[in-house]
């Protein structure tokens, strides 16, 4: 019902920046927060950023140097990457929360790498 395609994963050095993004498409009407999350291979996937009308969160760790953003018109959300750690390489997943018909959904993105260089 939902698509999520994941664009600006890449290499870049410690310090440097990155701004992944994650459009939508399908029917998006009853999406309700989008964000993102990590996963190192062999780990748990843990969350990063997540937007909604009501709320932002993030992770301790990426406090200050993350920022979630979201375009509802465009279906889209961002994540501005700033000061990035050789510990913020993973791949990151963007995710989707939606409700339509009374009933709960949740949906995922194929995950874009990001590398951090030391």
């Known amino acids: 019902q939902v698509q999520l395609v994941e664009s600006g994963g890449g290499l870049v050095q410690a310090g440097g920046s990155l701004r992944l993004s994650c459009v939508a498409s399908?029917?998006?009407?009853?999406?309700?927060?989008m964000g993102w999350y990590r996963q190192v291979l062999g780990l748990q996937r843990e969350l990063v950023a997540f937007?909604?009308?009501?709320?932002?969160n993030y992770a301790d760790a990426v406090k200050g140097r993350f920022t979630i953003s979201r375009e509802k018109v465009k279906n889209t959300v961002y994540l501005q990457m700033n000061a990035l750690k050789p510990e913020d390489t993973a791949v990151y997943f963007c995710?989707?929360?939606?409700?339509?018909?009374?009933?709960?959904?949740?949906?995922w993105g194929q995950g874009t790498q990001v590398t951090v260089s030391s």
């Open positions: 995710n989707v929360e939606a409700r339509w018909n009374n009933a709960n959904y949740n949906y």
């Open positions: 399908g029917s998006t009407f009853g999406i309700n927060a």
């Open positions: 937007i909604s009308d009501r709320s932002r």
